[in-house]
């Protein structure tokens, strides 16, 4: 593995986050800036609508990046991936096309593109390994979102073929911490959780879970993922897809008990266990990326201490 010019001296390097108000492109500004990086350039989706070809065009021409993070996309949970296939494959293929393509035709030298787990098929053997990619039929309940994903990842992995440029893909799994989604109609299992059992402490009511708490699910701490997001800026890595975990799953009853201990809550906790699990286990194999000598830093009960203690400070403004 080779380093790129980007270590050390070039700090002034110009860095355009796109999606920087999101849970992930707002960790990977917050480690840049920790290590010294001090051209960041982020817009809201208001600024800059990354539906628009012709507006990311001239965005480009007018800031040129040298490097662009990928961390904005059209993201959901299953209910709304389902309600709105055409949405989340569409919206999800423009953002990235105009994002990798403008890359492609300016002066862009390195590009990282964010995906997820979702791009694996259904039933691949666990743990997950990056060649599972394409080698069967994906979870039909996010399969235009992930169709969009392996389309990005296809995407960037064609121009480092045909013309030997730095674009490399990082599939994180399961991601909480600061900036997560708390709006229990949208949100993630642990965000979610999280919120429940806060917003039952006050008269420990029970708090009620769907389906058995039996399956096993991997989470990683944003601020991790983007310590790897700022390790693949920092360096050339030899291949164009790489997975991001922790190697470590627990029971969803295992971190249902965790963060009722954390958040204090005293109330009973029932399984409704006539509501779907899901699949049974969903863990990444990511020791391509921790052979290159990044490796995760926040063990489970201390990122969801952090979370918690996020959730609590801006409680009034998460939905
Ligand atoms: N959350 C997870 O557990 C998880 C796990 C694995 C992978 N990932 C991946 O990480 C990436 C980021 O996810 P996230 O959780 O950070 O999502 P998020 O919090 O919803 O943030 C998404 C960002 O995308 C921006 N965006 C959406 N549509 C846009 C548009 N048309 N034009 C410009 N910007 C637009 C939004 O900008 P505004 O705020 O300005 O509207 C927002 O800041 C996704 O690719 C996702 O697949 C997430």
């Not at 480690?31 to 070809?53: F, H, P, V």
């Not at 979610?192 to 009511?205: G, V």
């Not at 701490?221 to 190697?247: K, M």
């Amino acid at each position: 593995m080779s380093k790129s010019a980007l270590k050390k001296s070039n700090h002034e390097s110009r860095i355009y986050i796109a999606g920087h108000r999101g849970m992930v492109g707002s960790a990977v500004w917050r480690a840049l800036e920790t290590k010294g990086y001090t051209n960041l350039i982020g817009k809201t989706s208001a600024e800059l609508d990354l539906r628009n070809q012709q507006a990311v065009i001239d965005f480009f021409n007018k800031e040129q990046p040298d490097v662009v993070i990928n961390a904005a996309a059209k993201v959901g949970g299953i209910l709304a991936n389902s309600e709105n296939p055409y949405p989340f494959l569409m919206e999800n293929l423009q953002i990235q096309n105009n994002l990798i393509d403008t890359a492609h035709k300016t002066a862009v030298s390195k590009f990282v593109f964010l995906g997820s787990s979702c791009i694996y098929p259904k039933f691949a053997p666990q743990p997950l390994k990056e060649e599972y990619l394409l080698t069967d039929s994906l979870e039909p309940t996010n399969e235009w979102y992930a169709i969009a994903k392996i389309a990005g990842v296809k995407a960037c992995e064609a121009i480092r073929k045909q013309y030997g440029k730095d674009f490399v893909s990082l599939m994180p799994t399961n991601l909480y911490g600061p900036f997560d989604n708390f709006d229990l109609k949208s949100s993630h299992v642990l965000p979610a959780m999280l919120r429940k059992f806060h917003e039952a402490k006050a008269s420990n009511a029970p708090v009620t879970l769907w389906g058995s708490g039996t399956p096993m699910r991997e989470f990683l701490y944003v601020d991790d993922l983007a310590q790897a997001v700022v390790f693949a800026v920092e360096n050339i890595l030899p291949e164009h897809l790489y997975n991001v975990g922790t190697g470590t799953d627990v029971t969803i009853k295992e971190l249902a008990e965790t963060i009722q201990s954390i958040v204090g809550h005293k109330g009973e906790l029932v399984w409704d266990s006539s509501k779907p699990d899901g699949t049974p286990r969903k863990l990444m194999d990511s020791s391509k990326l921790r052979s290159l000598n990044w490796e995760p830093k926040i063990a489970l009960h201390n990122g969801i201490k952090l979370a918690y203690s996020w959730y609590l400070k801006n409680e009034n403004t998460t939905s």
